[in-house]
Each structure stands twice: as structure tokens, then as C-alpha cells.
């Protein structure tokens, strides 16, 4: 990619690639980089469903697991142990929330947010102090949120490698003394894992699925509380439910950059031959945004959840059997987290863009929450409760 290319896709990545569908004359976008974007929802349909591009593992897990059904259970054990906890959750957003300060600066701050809410669920209580302490570290300097700048990077190197090596001895202590049910991420993990596992490896495994939590729910809040303020700036309340600002928020904004798999044997899209090993791609905000199968997809419209019609493919947590095994769950930690924040306050922002940034998601640029004490944003919300 030249020097110019990747200016424009770092100033908006996603204006970048709407550019690039724009210019294409075909379905099957060549990318700057090497390898091919789909642009229709039929082909992306295809390529995240059939078992023919579906086939092995997962790359989200790389080579740490030894099969695919390693791989499911593994997510499956993952979900069941938050959904369980989300009694916990929810008692420590209440405790969190109260401690913000009037102002205060995202998506940082929200990143803080969702570490302090989930440390419990990722290693309980009585997990001795040294991974705790560690975890700590790990969410503040750019292991679980990703920093943004090299050098911070860089830096991160030390805290991953200490943390890494607590998470390992607390495998091999788990390891000999296991009982009972899942009491945090960890032991899902470890349960989970076939037991040829090596325990650093359960270690990154669990290390994986630390960020993997943390870090997409932080920066779906964070483009939730953006995107509601910037399209609501009059009166008190929102005038949707939190449930559908969320939902809209990741149609909108959705955190996976692209969705990519390996060819693996001569295919044909739309008249594009694609050769074993190529690297194909799904766009979730193309087809997020595709006006053939959305109703005014460029308008951020929380209400058009409240019914069926004008819904097109809607893959924020992917499609097929790579699909996030924990997408209502993650979807259920974002909706708890902005209602905590918009009870009994009113949310305004400052110095809001809806550009995105790059990390390892589409997240938010900084901007400014002020959170004044008053009517709640959202009384359909607080009728619920």
C-alpha cells in the first residue's frame, strides 16, 4: 500500500473504504493491500456461512487449540460463566457509575469502566493478588485496550509477559485443585481446554478472551453514548431505549474492521476467479450501510429496531459458524452499561466525531462526556427497572 493510501485509510478508515466500493465496477473489490473485499450481501452471505469457507479453525484463536470443537467450547464455556455472573456486572456498574466524575474523557474512560466491571468475572475475588495486580497493569497500559501509539506498544511488552507468567502458575495451581462450577473466565477457560493443553498456553488463551470481552463491549459503549447525544441535543431524555441505541450503534459503527477468510480452492465471485490462499474480506459497515438493503442506512435511526422491515445483513458480531458465540451476551453488558450511565443523569458531549479511528476495532476519536445529575436520558429504561 502506498504512502498516500495509508494516510487516507488512518485520517477515516471508513470513508477510505466506501471510496473504494465506490470505485470499484464490481462486487468483488481489489484491496490496496492484497487480497479482495465483497461487497454484496449475497456474496458475503456465502462466504461467512458455507461450510466450504468454514471449514477447520477459527483464526481468531491462531494455533493455540488443537481442533475446532476445542475452539467451541472454549467460547461456549466463556459465555455461560458471564451470562451467569451478570447479577455481578450489574452490582458493579452501579458501584463504578457513581464514581465518575461529571466530566470526563472516552473512550478512555470507558475503557476503565469495563475493566473495573469485569475484573471479578475475569478472575474472581479470591484469585491471589499477583495476577490481579497484574490484570490491573495489563488494562492500564495497552495490553487489553490497545494503545495507540508504537512506543506505548512497545512498553506494554513487560506488563503482557509478567501477567502472562502469573496466569500460567494460576493454571497449574487450578489445575490440581479443581471443583465445582466456573468462578470466573479462568476456569471456563481451564475447563474447557483439552487437558494437553499447555498451561501457558491456557494462560493466552485466557489472555485472548480477556481482551476479546474488554475491549469491543468498552468501544461499543463508547460509540453508543457518542452517537445518542450527537442525534439527540434537545430535551432530557433519549427518545429511544437503550436496548435499540445499541443495536443502531453497532449497525452504525460496528467494531470489526473486515471479516477475512482464506480461499481454499479455485472460486469464482461475481465473475471474479480467486485463486487458493487468497485473502477474501466482508466489510460489516459496507454492508452496514448498503442503501439496496437498508432504509436510509446513512441516518443513525435507533427506532427502526422497534420494528421488522428495512433491516438488511447485520453482522456485528460476525456470521456463520465463526460467529461470536457471546454476541447477546456482549450486546446485554453494553445495553446494562449505558443505562446505568443515563439513570438519573442528563449526557451531553463535546468535541464528538464520527470518524472512526484503528485499533484492532473501529473505535471512537476522544471526546468529552459530561454527565449532569437530573431527569434520566431514557425513561423507558428506568420504567423497566
Do not use: K
Request: hydrophobic share 40%; charged share 25%; aromatic share 6%.
Amino acid at each position: 500500500m502506498r504512502i498516500g493510501e495509508r494516510r487516507r485509510l488512518r485520517r477515516d478508515p471508513l470513508a477510505y473504504v466506501e471510496d473504494l466500493c465506490q470505485r470499484s465496477t464490481s462486487d468483488v473489490i481489489r484491496l490496496p493491500g492484497g487480497g479482495w473485499c465483497l461487497g454484496e450481501a449475497d456474496l458475503a452471505r456465502t462466504l461467512l456461512r458455507d461450510q466450504e469457507f468454514n471449514a477447520g479453525r477459527s483464526g481468531f484463536f491462531g494455533d493455540l487449540l488443537p481442533t475446532r470443537a476445542a475452539q467451541v467450547e472454549v467460547g461456549h464455556a466463556v459465555r455461560d460463566v458471564l451470562r451467569a455472573r451478570l447479577p455481578d456486572y450489574r452490582t458493579a456498574l452501579s458501584s463504578e457509575v457513581a464514581t465518575l466524575p461529571a466530566v470526563s474523557r472516552w473512550p478512555a474512560t470507558g475503557n476503565r469502566l469495563m475493566y473495573r466491571c469485569l475484573a471479578d468475572l475475569l478472575l474472581h475475588p479470591g484469585t491471589p493478588a499477583g495476577p490481579r495486580r497484574w490484570a490491573d497493569r495489563a488494562a492500564a497500559v495497552g495490553v487489553v485496550f490497545r494503545a495507540p501509539r508504537p512506543w506505548q506498544r512497545a512498553r506494554a511488552e513487560v506488563p503482557r509477559a509478567r501477567l502472562l507468567a502469573e496466569l500460567t502458575e494460576q493454571v497449574r495451581r487450578r489445575r490440581q485443585h479443581r471443583d465445582g462450577e466456573p468462578r470466573d473466565v479462568l476456569d471456563a477457560v481451564l475447563s474447557a481446554c483439552p487437558d494437553q493443553v499447555a498451561d501457558r498456553t491456557v494462560a493466552r488463551v485466557h489472555l485472548t478472551m480477556f481482551r476479546a470481552i474488554a475491549a469491543p463491549v468498552a468501544a461499543s459503549l463508547a460509540w453508543s453514548l457518542l452517537l445518542a447525544c450527537l442525534h439527540h441535543t434537545t430535551g432530557p431524555r433519549w427518545p429511544w431505549p437503550t436496548e435499540q441505541i445499541v443495536r443502531e450503534a453497532l449497525r452504525y459503527r460496528p467494531i470489526p474492521w473486515m471479516l477475512r477468510r482464506t480461499i481454499p480452492c479455485p472460486t469464482t465471485f461475481a465473475d471474479t476467479s480467486l485463486r487458493p490462499g487468497d485473502l477474501v474480506s466482508v466489510s460489516p459497515h459496507l454492508l452496514h450501510h448498503d442503501p439496496r438493503h437498508w432504509t436510509d442506512p446513512e441516518a443513525f435511526r435507533p427506532g427502526r429496531w422497534a420494528d421488522s422491515g428495512g433491516h438488511g445483513h447485520y453482522i456485528p458480531f460476525g456470521a456463520g459458524p465463526f460467529a461470536c458465540p457471546g454476541a447477546s451476551v456482549a450486546q446485554t453488558l453494553v445495553t446494562e452499561a449505558l443505562t446505568a450511565l443515563a439513570e438519573d443523569a442528563r449526557l451531553t458531549v463535546t468535541g464528538g466525531d464520527l470518524r472512526a479511528a484503528m485499533s484492532e476495532g473501529i473505535v471512537p476519536r476522544p471526546f468529552t462526556l459530561h454527565r449532569a445529575n437530573g431527569r434520566p436520558n431514557n425513561h423507558h429504561d428506568i420504567e423497566r427497572r
